[in-house]
T-cell receptor
Framework: GDSVTQMEGPVTLSEEAFLTINCTYTATGYPSLFWYVQYPGEGLQLLLKATKADDKGSNKGFEATYRKETTSFHLEKGSVQVSDSAVYFCALPRIQGAQKLVFGQGTRLTINP | DAGVIQSPRHEVTEMGQEVTLRCKPISGHDYLFWYRQTMMRGLELLIYFNNNVPIDDSGMPEDRFSAKMPNASFSTLKIQPSEPRDSAVYFC????????????FGSGTRLTVV
């Protein structure tokens, strides 16, 4: 089945720094790709998604581009804030069209003021 | 829409007691998922339902765990008897078309078994 590998954390940055969290996937076909964010004490929330190759998902200043050539979906933000401190998960359906997601192990991000 | 609603938010129980976690999915979502999250193991899928029918329970740790979905608006995860190693955050999620829209998660139930 399909799988996803995320950059290991934790990642610590200063406020206003540029952020990249790497995510690469193995898939048959071109499944949708997702980034979820989990703030302390909360459930996971969908941050952004891309449903086909070359699509760019964006939300709250975060972006990720579905790159089939490199099988990647890296999460980026140009200027992070303390409030972005959270755990970020990359995910895709178990197999294309499946209703069950496979999650990466999560990357913990801490932003210092 | 109120989102996925889980109760209780926190549960502290003694070893050997029965614990029941509850979930109300988003109306119209045909799929419901139960996950467990711990520091050691991360996110683990326990079981999921489609139209109230269990589809895959291969992640249920052992016979002490059981899950039901008696109707489209309610599901329970029961642990009997509970053990300290069951301490974790349990999440419920629902979806309409996961492959297009992903899941919507609840806020979770933090279970502590002492």
């Amino acid at each position: 089945g399909d799988s996803v590998t995320q950059m290991e954390g934790p990642v610590t940055l200063s406020e206003e720094a540029f952020l990249t969290i790497n995510c690469t996937y193995t898939a048959t076909g071109y499944p949708s790709l997702f980034w979820y964010v989990q703030y302390p004490g909360e459930g996971l929330q969908l941050l952004l998604k891309a449903t086909k190759a070359d699509d760019k998902g964006s939300n709250k200043g975060f972006e990720a581009t579905y790159r089939k050539e490199t099988t990647s979906f890296h999460l980026e933000k140009g200027s992070v804030q303390v409030s972005d401190s959270a755990v970020y998960f990359c995910a895709l359906p178990r197999i294309q069209g499946a209703q069950k997601l496979v999650f990466g192990q999560g990357t913990r991000l801490t932003i210092n003021p | 829409d109120a989102g996925v609603i889980q109760s209780p938010r926190h549960e502290v129980t003694e070893m050997g007691q029965e614990v029941t976690l509850r979930c109300k999915p988003i109306s119209g979502h045909d799929y419901l998922f139960w996950y467990r999250q711990t520091m050691m193991r991360g996110l683990e899928l326990l079981i999921y339902f489609n139209n109230n029918v269990p589809i895959d329970d291969s992640g249920m740790p052992e016979d002490r765990f059981s899950a039901k979905m008696p109707n489209a608006s309610f599901s329970t995860l029961k642990i009997q008897p509970s053990e300290p190693r069951d301490s974790a955050v349990y999440f419920c999620a629902s979806s309409q078309r996961t492959d297009l829209y992903g899941y919507t998660f609840g806020s979770g139930t933090r279970l502590t078994v002492v």
